[in-house]
């Protein structure tokens, strides 16, 4: 079994390789105005472009009417945390980073640029942010590294006048609660009794448990643990940690209300769910500890490129679900199925943030998706193309009621503005994708 699961990461590693060298990267930008002759540059240039510019000038609401800005969002990273390969750098965080926009353009129809920036510090970072922001609807930041990455956040948001999410937080966090909400429809257990471990306080876990919180779990029900162990106010660097990563402080004072301590396996004991977001290498989470946990146990082992648990171990143990987040697994856990309709909705609400009411409504609208859930079918795939402009009008709609959009409209307005927008988008990708010579 392990065998046969390694040989497929290492034929998807050629085909990767392969599809670089031929494409020399995987995204372009076209003109999507017609060229019939250099004399259309006088409308699309100088000397008319300047009456656009003296429009918006005079009211600056009408650069989302009259540019690209109302579609387009900045993929902002710092190579630290890049997949699960670590530090890389900017240079050698590209390649992620084009796929990131192909997927925000293919399933949202979302024009999305990715910026690799080489800054030392997080002044730095936000400065660049701020600096680059008129030309963008939305940020959306990409493997950072923990606890930076919530810094960033969290101050970005403060500052900008525009959505800013961590997809590695916020992303991931959505798609998890999805499909636990699918998991527990299963199972039949409720969100307000079941007590749940996340494995690795990391930036999805630690966004999950706020965001699971939000969405009516109770935090007293959670334990996290992270590589020095269980997480309890008592531990020995809980003062260290007041000061170096208070996120993760705060998260071990306000969970473990039976203030669990010792052995990792302590945690699983009688646990009904593990969220584990750790070491990628099969074995981490150990077929005793699922043994140990309540009836129905769900596993999600989330680690990249290779789950903490290959899932028929874990079913053999006797996980009642299992999901991953590879494609070759039932019950992947991308958030590839979030990211794309959430910034689909939050650029047509023309929205100035995104919270967590907002996110517990996405992940709610992706778990009601999946109209014929069964243990190997929690989540929708990305292959249900449908999803995303329900997603968007979900979200479009949640901002509005939050006093966020710009824009306003009905859930229907929003889902017709969503599907004409990506299905156009697709129309645009079939047909060149037709062309056999178009590469």
Known sequence: MIMRDSEKT???????????????????????????????????????????????????????????????????????????LGNVGTHASIPVMEGKALLFNYL?????????????????????ARA?????????????????????????????????????????????????????????????????VFNGAGAANIAAIYLFEAAGFKKENMVVIDSHGILEPEREDIDSLMLKNPWKYHIALETNRERIRGNTDNAFRGADIIISASKSEPGTIKTDWIKSMNRDPIVFALANPLPEIWPQDAISAGARIVATGRSDFPNQINNSLVFPGVFRGVLDARSKGVNFRVMVAASQAIADYVSDISYDKIVPTMDDLNLFPEVAATVARKT???????????????????????????????????EKDGE
Request: proline share 4%.
């Open 10 to 84: 290492g034929d998807y590693n050629k085909i990767a390789m392969e599809i670089s060298r031929k494409y020399k990267g995987k995204i372009r930008i076209l003109p999507k105005v017609p060229i019939n002759s250099l004399d259309d540059f006088s409308s699309l240039y100088t000397p008319g472009i300047a009456e656009v510019s003296r429009q918006i000038k005079n009211n600056d609401d009408l650069v989302y009417e009259l540019t690209g800005k109302w579609n387009s969002v900045a993929i902002l990273t710092d190579g630290t945390r890049v997949l699960g």
């Open 108 to 128: 949202g129809g979302v024009n999305a640029v990715p910026i690799p920036l080489n800054v030392k510090n997080n002044d730095e970072f936000i400065t660049a």
């Open 132 to 196: 680059i922001e008129p030309y963008f609807g939305g940020y959306n930041l990409e493997d950072i590294e923990s606890p930076r990455c919530f810094f960033l956040l969290e101050n970005l948001q403060k500052q900008m006048d525009i959505p800013v999410w961590h997809d590695d937080q916020l992303g991931t966090a959505s798609i998890t609660l999805a499909g636990i909400i699918n998991s527990l429809r299963l199972v039949n257990k409720k969100k307000e009794d079941v007590r749940i």
């Open 400 to 434: 509005v009621d939050e006093g966020l959009a710009r824009k306003t409209d009905s859930r229907e307005g929003f889902l017709k503005t969503a599907t004409e927008i990506i299905g156009s988008n697709r129309k645009i990708y079939k047909k060149l994708f037709n």
